[in-house]
Structure formats: structure tokens, C-alpha cells
């Protein structure tokens, strides 16, 4: 199976509440020298067999149709994920899920 990443951000004069919470929280944790965040969404979208133009094609469009509002977000990037990417994403879900259950 091949999946399809799509990365949608808000437009960059739209104010980005989450993210000025999350640049504030940044320094009072020890992270230092980033100046700024911007929060977004990613979709990975899962096809039957190998991904192909017609696959990309299809999440382009539903990407600016489905999955964004083009008033304030932008269709940043829409691209295969490569396998190694897939499995390593697949391990950080299972060790996320992992820390939540034991909290």
C-alpha cells in the first residue's frame, strides 16, 4: 500500500493563536532559539497498491476541495511518503498512544 502526505497551513497573514501558545510555552520548557510557530494539519491519505499520478492528482483536488479552507490555509505540500518516512511515523503513533495510556 502507498500513502499520500497532505500538508495544509494557515495562510501566513492569519493569526495563529495555537501557535503563539505554543512559541510562549517554548522557552518556559528550556526549548530556546525558536522564533516563531506556525501550527498546521497533516493528512495521510492510504491507497491500494503503488501511488500514482492519477492517486497525486486526486489528493491535489481533494486537497484544495476537501481538505483545507483556501480562505484561510494553504496547500503546502502534497507528496508520497516514502516508505522508511511511513514506518518510523507508524512507531511515533505507537509511542505517543503508549505514554497517553500510561498517564
Known amino acids: 500500500m502507498g500513502s ?3 500538508d495544509v497551513m494557515l495562510k501566513p497573514e492569519i493569526l495563529d493563536p495555537q501557535g503563539q501558545a505554543v512559541a510562549g510555552a517554548l522557552p518556559r520548557l528550556g526549548f530556546d532559539g ?4 506556525r501550527q498546521g494539519k497533516r493528512f495521510v ?5 503503488d501511488v500514482t499520478d492519477e492517486h497525486l492528482a486526486a489528493a491535489q483536488e481533494a486537497a484544495e476541495k476537501l481538505l483545507s479552507n483556501p480562505v484561510i490555509e494553504d496547500v503546502v505540500s502534497v507528496h508520497v511518503l516514502e516508505q522508511d ?4 511515523d507508524s512507531a511515533e503513533s505507537d509511542a505517543a498512544a503508549s505514554e497517553d495510556g500510561e498517564q
Open 85 to 88: 518516512s511511513a514506518e518510523q
Open 4 to 6: 499520500i502526505v497532505v
Open 34 to 37: 525558536f522564533t516563531d510557530v
Open 45 to 49: 491519505l492510504t491507497v491500494d497498491g
